[in-house]
């Protein structure tokens, strides 16, 4: 049995790209973030960065050029792909990237002041709900109760 799973929790490097296929079909590409952190043998903090390419199809591309930007948090579940092609230059190349099957895009920051993201609301807009569906929870079954599929706005 073979199993291809990937799971990365970072920030998005920059603004994902969007575009359509000639058989109309979206795909979303953005690169994710992660640090890794530890002590080394003289007890100094050292840190390492890992770039991750992510590739989003059809709805979840839509999602994911939507709602991410520059910085926001992201957990993308995927797997694993590896392609190659011919480069102008002649030689072959190949890329590793993470296929998105699934994305939770992270919390908000209120202090963030850029166009994508609303700052601190306002005194006047403190107390309107947001424009996003509300998510009802089930009372747990036997059967597994929790979030409907159907509840999630994406």
Known sequence: MNFNRVMVLGN???DP???TTPSGQTVTNFTVATNRVWSG???KKQEQAEFH???AWGKLAEIAGQYLAKGRLVFVEGRLQTRSWQGQDGQKRWRTEIIAEGLQLGPRRADRSETSEPAAPSPASANK???LPEIQLDEPTDEGGGIKLEDIPF
Request: aromatic content about 0%; hydrophobic content about 25%.
């Open 41 to 43: 043998a003289d007890g």
């Open 129 to 131: 709900k947001e424009d």
């Open 12 to 14: 998005v490097t920059q």
């Open 53 to 55: 390419r992510v590739v």
């Open 17 to 19: 790209e969007t575009r």
